[in-house]
């Protein structure tokens, strides 16, 4: 199993950039997926989360300008940012709580490597 991100980029404040995070593998089901970010000499926080069910959670930093959202047939979940700010410069990176693979056995807390989004002002 593998999760692996793409779509970050450089770009000026206030345009968009979407992110992608795709799992590949022999793959059943996947619970909850998230976007973290880290931002340079900081931890690492959450952005956003979606459940399997499709139900939102996000970062106040981020409401009404960045949307998660997934496609369970393709195995992807999705960041659209819009209006991007000096301050989302980070490395930002999908996690699912669970994936459960095609021989029954569950990988837990599950980390994609980064994507590096770096907004100037």
């Known amino acids: 199993v593998q999760l692996q991100a793409s779509g970050g980029g450089s770009v000026q404040a206030g345009w968009s950039l979407r992110l992608s995070c795709a799992a590949s593998?022999?793959?059943?089901?996947?619970?909850?997926l998230g976007w973290y970010r880290q931002a340079p000499g900081k931890q690492r926080e959450l952005v956003a989360t979606?459940?399997?069910?499709?139900?939102?959670k996000y970062a106040d930093s981020v409401k009404g300008r960045f949307t998660i959202s997934r496609d369970n047939a393709k195995n992807t979940v999705y960041l659209q940012m819009n209006s991007l700010k000096p301050e989302d410069t980070a490395v930002y990176y999908c996690n699912a709580d669970w994936i459960r693979t095609a021989n029954l056995e569950y990988e837990y807390d599950y980390w994609g490597q980064g994507t590096l989004v770096t907004v100037s002002s």
């Open positions: 593998g022999s793959i059943s089901r996947i619970n909850a």
């Open positions: 979606i459940t399997s069910g499709g139900r939102t």
